[in-house]
């Protein structure tokens, strides 16, 4: 088997190759990706060592490149996770989401067309089903549940399921999709809640709560997700979507407060900003069809893997601060400066 994975040297593209190779030794894999601000090579250190392993720097955008990869490389399976993934960001910038998560999407699907595939598998995510109220805990997102987005960058991830799901309809591309929820783990970018907050906590920073912090975010540890993609690219059935997440609920606030007790800090650090625009309230996955059909369960519980988290970025702290003293400061700045 030869594994195209896009976005490989992000958060959880890097986990899903660490997972592959180490599960299959005998398979190949190749990593296509951009580099932008979020991808980076001592993400991939360790795995870039291993003759299984191959890189290329491209933009799946870029049509011309990506077929010539294809041609070259025959890859039999690609898992795309590229894309641009952080929804402060599409508030302030939506176009390169249109242009990553929108184009790239349908230039590896023609790609996959005319080259040929046994399985293409697009990365989405739950936001595509828009927020469920705070006074409904019995509701969650099937597989069913109508798409309704709130950001460009959930209205993007959005369009480009609807363009895998056309190719299958259309072509007959071999496609499949997941949905999963907020991941958290090893080699997270610092500008997504736990490793912000994380990292803020540890050199005494204020920690920025949106709103009143009450949103809830249903928390999944990243190699579980790594997972149930390995599953559904192996013995999952074409044309279908599949919701994963673990049943791990939690408040934003209560995500902090955790944060800070497990560094022995005070609560005294948080401090309430202005809220996101558009801000979905509640996200929550019923894992139903997953767990039926495939056979899969999360094995990590929130109040393990925020320790075996915090541990990581406490053994890898030369990862982050390489990225939070670069250009992160003037992101850094610009989103929270005077908010
Ligand atoms: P990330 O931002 O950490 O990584 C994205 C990677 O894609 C980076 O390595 C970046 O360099 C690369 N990339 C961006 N534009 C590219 C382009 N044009 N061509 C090639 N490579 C490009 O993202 P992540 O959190 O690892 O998310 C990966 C995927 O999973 C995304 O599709 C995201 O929508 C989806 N997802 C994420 C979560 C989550 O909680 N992080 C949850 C559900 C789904
Ligand atoms: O649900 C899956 C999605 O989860 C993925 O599709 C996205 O790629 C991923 O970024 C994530 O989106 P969120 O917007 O939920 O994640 P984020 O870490 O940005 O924010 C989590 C919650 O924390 C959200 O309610 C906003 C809040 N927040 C975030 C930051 C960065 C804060 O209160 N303060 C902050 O500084």
């Known amino acids: 088997m030869k594994i195209l994975v896009t976005g490989g040297a992000g958060f959880i593209g890097s986990n899903f190759i660490y997972h592959m190779l180490d599960t299959y030794p005998e398979y190949e894999i190749l990593c296509l990706d951009a580099l932008t601000y979020a991808g980076n090579m001592e993400t991939l250190a360790e795995v870039a060592k291993s003759p299984k392993f191959k890189f290329y720097k491209g933009d799946i955008a870029d049509r011309e490149f990506v077929y010539d990869l294809f041609e070259k490389e025959k890859p039999n399976v690609v898992v795309n996770f590229a894309a641009e993934s952080h929804v402060d960001r599409s508030i302030d910038n939506p176009g390169i989401f249109l242009q990553t998560n929108i184009l790239g999407t349908g230039v590896l699907l023609d790609a996959c067309r005319k080259y040929g595939i046994d399985r293409y598998h697009q990365v989405s995510t739950d936001e595509v089903y828009g927020d469920l109220p705070l006074d409904r805990p019995d509701l969650f997102f099937t597989e069913e ?6 950001s460009p960058y959930s209205a993007s991830k959005a369009a480009s399921d609807l363009l895998v799901q056309s190719y299958y309809r ?10 999963c929820s907020n991941n ?14 994380i990292a803020n906590a540890l050199n005494d920073k204020e920690l920025p709560v949106y709103g009143k912090g009450e949103n809830v975010r249903d928390w999944l540890y990243v190699l579980d997700h790594c997972k149930a993609i390995d599953l559904i690219i192996h013995k999952g059935k074409v044309g279908e ?10 408040t934003n606030l209560e995500v902090v407060k955790t944060v800070l ?4 800090k005070p609560e005294s650090l948080i401090r309430y900003v202005t809220d996101r625009p558009g801000h979905d309230m509640r996200y929550a996955i019923d894992p139903t069809k997953i767990s039926k059909e495939l ?3 999360p094995t990590t519980a929130f109040d393990d893997g925020i320790k075996l988290t915090i541990k990581w970025y406490l053994d890898n702290k ?3 601060e390489n990225i939070i003293s670069g250009e992160y400061q003037s992101y850094y700045e610009k989103m929270y400066g005077e908010r």
């Not at 549940?145 to 709130?150: F, K």
């Open 184 to 197: 958290y783990g090893p080699y997270h970018f610092p500008e997504k809640l736990i490793p912000l907050m």
């Open 145 to 150: 549940t109508p798409i309704h987005t709130s």
């Open 318 to 320: 030369k990862w982050w």
């Open 170 to 179: 259309t072509f007959k591309v071999p496609v499949t999709i997941s949905r």
């Open 295 to 297: 056979g899969w369960e």
């Open 241 to 250: 979507v599949y919701n994963i997440g673990g049943h791990n609920e939690r």
């Open 261 to 264: 007790k497990e560094l022995g």
